[in-house]
């Protein structure tokens, strides 16, 4: 049973960080082309930031120099640290897994207010 279970979201000032976490299980994570997507109230799903099985990594311009992406192979486990947080980045979190199918996690919520 594929799953991808995000964590590490919650409420933080402006300015502050926040560590995500997408575990994987059910498939070969390794081989998957892995993102991050957000979607705020009102508005459409949008890509964050992605990385290849390779680990070339890709970013929203609105995030670059912001958020970094990764990924450890060997944890079947994504991450995003984001720094700098702004109001505009609070929306739902959402871990994607992309090959010949695709795969979404449940979401999780950031919150950035002071």
């Known amino acids: 049973q594929v799953q991808l279970v995000e964590s590490g979201g919650g409420l933080v000032q402006p300015g502050g960080s926040l560590t995500l976490s997408c575990a994987a299980s059910?498939?070969?994570?390794?081989?998957?082309?892995m993102s991050w997507y957000r979607q705020a109230p009102g508005k459409e799903r949008e890509l964050v930031a992605s990385?290849?099985?390779?680990?070339?990594?890709n970013y929203a311009d609105s995030v670059k120099g912001r958020f970094t992406i990764s990924r450890d192979n060997a944890k079947n486990t994504m991450y995003l640290q984001m720094n700098s947080l702004k109001p505009e980045d609070t929306a739902v979190y959402y871990c994607?897994?992309?090959?010949?199918?695709?795969?979404w996690g449940q979401g999780t919520p950031v919150t950035v207010s002071s």
């Open positions: 990385i290849t099985s390779g680990g070339t990594t």
């Open positions: 059910g498939f070969t994570f390794s081989s998957y082309y």
């Open positions: 994607h897994a992309g090959r010949l199918v695709s795969y």
